[in-house]
């Protein structure tokens, strides 16, 4: 399926919160819903990743320039662990969204850097989405993570 088809067909769906994602072939359980849910919610956007890929970048885009434009901070953290993150989704993020978002790259060699944690900080509470999915499209959404 093409990216724009994919995203014509998220904006259609009405998604409801949700407490497990699981990606598959329920579009409910993709945590790329529920990362859009709370992106329209947040105060402070947090994001760690090991990796970032074009493909999930894309899917992510409009939302965070929502947020930016809404005068959310956002910071995103990824590094080049088992040299996956592709040099095309940072300078993506950097040439849409420019010095808007704090995007750092972690690179110690010597270590791993395998973590993916979302943190949408509001008004009172804080939401943290912590599992196996990184930055891509697979990852977001039909992927098993």
């Known amino acids: 399926m093409a990216e724009s ?7 259609s769906l009405d998604m409801e919160p949700s407490a497990v994602m699981t990606g598959g072939d329920n579009r409910q ?14 105060k402070r956007i ?10 999930g970048v894309r899917l992510l885009l409009d ?12 910071r995103i953290l990824t590094g080049n662990y088992l040299g996956i993150t592709q040099p095309s989704a940072l300078y993506l993020i950097k040439r849409e969204l420019g010095n808007g978002v704090d995007l750092r790259f972690y690179n110690d060699k010597s270590r791993a850097f395998h973590p993916k944690s979302y943190i949408f900080h509001n008004d009172r509470e804080s939401e943290i989405y912590i599992g ?12 098993i993570e």
């Not at 088809?5 to 904006?11: G, L, Q, T, Y």
């Open 5 to 11: 088809d994919f995203a014509e067909k998220v904006n």
């Open 29 to 42: 359980r993709y945590l790329y819903y529920q990362l859009r849910l709370s992106m329209q919610q947040a």
């Open 46 to 55: 947090d994001i760690i990743v090991s990796f970032l890929m074009e493909s």
């Open 63 to 74: 939302d965070l320039r929502k947020a930016l434009d809404r005068g959310v901070a956002v």
């Open 132 to 143: 196996s999915s990184n930055i891509s499209r697979s990852a977001l959404t039909s992927g």
